[in-house]
């Protein structure tokens, strides 16, 4: 799998969550996926506290869902990715 760089709109490219498993609805990588990781760090490049508002929530519905995954894992996967201490693109 290797998702394009094009840009579109919503709609099947959108690799947005498929609840209750939280898989990407784009490619099916767990969700977030790299492409969407990407779109994400893009799209919050500014505030990056929202993005970990953002990511906090979706964490926090996640681990409601999947109850059987560790919560570690969980956060490792929700949030463990974003960079900290400055831009990193
Ligand atoms: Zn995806």
């Known amino acids: 799998m290797t998702p394009g760089a094009k840009a579109s709109g919503p709609g099947p490219d959108d690799h947005a969550p498929v609840t209750p498993d939280w898989n990407c609805g784009s490619c099916g ?16 490049q500014v ?3 929202a993005l970990s508002v953002y990511l906090g929530s ?21 949030i463990g990715w974003v960079p900290r201490g400055g831009r990193t693109f």
């Open 58 to 78: 979706c964490l926090a519905a996640a681990t409601q869902d999947l109850h059987a995954a560790p919560v570690v894992s969980l956060q490792a996967r929700f």
């Open 29 to 44: 990588e767990e969700w977030p996926c790299a492409t969407k990781r990407i779109r994400l760090l893009d799209e919050y």
């Open 47 to 49: 505030d990056r506290a």
